[in-house]
T-cell receptor
Framework: GENVEQHPSTLSVQEGDSAVIKCTYSDSASNYFPWYKQELGKRPQLIIDIRSNVGEKKDQRIAVTLNKTAKHFSLHITETQPEDSAVYFCAAPEGSSYKLIFGSGTRLLVRP | NAGVTQTPKFQVLKTGQSMTLQCAQDMNHNSMYWYRQDPGMGLRLIYYSASEGTTDKGEVPNGYNVSRLNKREFSLRLESAAPSQTSVYFC??????????FGPGTRLTVL
């Protein structure tokens, strides 16, 4: 089955700096890679996703890159703001199934 | 649209008691999911239903049962609750293989 590993588990950055979170996956048949943001006490919400036919996708200050050969994908947040402070989860499907396997999460703290 | 709703929001059980967590979505999604979230362990899939009439096991199905009552509703049952099932439970729905929309969660404590 799919195994998703996420690093780092915690990340502290100064406001305005960039943050990068990395994930690796094991199932070469996986074709969809979402990132979720979860604020304290709230539900996870999708912030960006990428499919296996592209290498990079951007949405304002957020970008995701995918390296299918190395089986890893990364979340990049530029010009971080205090409201970016949250737990971020990556995920990958088990093959082409509907089962999403989540990473263990990264707690991002943006210091004002 | 309410999106994905879950009841109850909070629940305290004693060991051995049973209960059913309810989930409903009004987005006409085909797929629905149940996850548990423990501190520092991310989201783990308990069961999912790819379409009405089908259910499949996820990563941690032991101790749980599910019912896809119709396209809108997907319930999770604990037959004999154990302290190890203390967790936050999230229901989610998806049009099929893509973005999952999560409910607000149920915080369950088993004493």
């Amino acid at each position: 089955g799919e195994n998703v590993e996420q690093h780092p588990s915690t990340l502290s950055v100064q406001e305005g700096d960039s943050a990068v979170i990395k994930c690796t996956y094991s199932d070469s048949a996986s074709n969809y890679f979402p990132w979720y943001k979860q604020e304290l006490g709230k539900r996870p919400q999708l912030i960006i996703d990428i499919r296996s036919n592209v290498g990079e996708k951007k949405d304002q200050r957020i970008a995701v890159t995918l390296n299918k050969t190395a089986k890893h994908f990364s979340l990049h947040i530029t010009e971080t703001q205090p409201e970016d402070s949250a737990v971020y989860f990556c995920a990958a499907p088990e093959g082409s199934s509907y089962k999403l396997i989540f990473g263990s999460g990264t707690r991002l703290l943006v210091r004002p | 649209n309410a999106g994905v709703t879950q009841t109850p929001k909070f629940q305290v059980l004693k060991t051995g008691q049973s209960m059913t967590l309810q989930c409903a979505q009004d987005m006409n999604h085909n797929s629905m999911y149940w996850y548990r979230q423990d501190p520092g362990m991310g989201l783990r899939l308990i069961y999912y239903s790819a379409s009405e009439g089908t259910t499949d096991k996820g990563e941690v199905p032991n101790g749980y049962n599910v019912s896809r009552l119709n396209k809108r509703e997907f319930s999770l049952r604990l037959e004999s609750a154990a302290p190890s099932q203390t967790s936050v439970y999230f229901c989610a729905s998806s049009p099929g293989g893509n973005e999952q929309f999560f409910g607000p969660g149920t915080r369950l404590t088993v004493l």
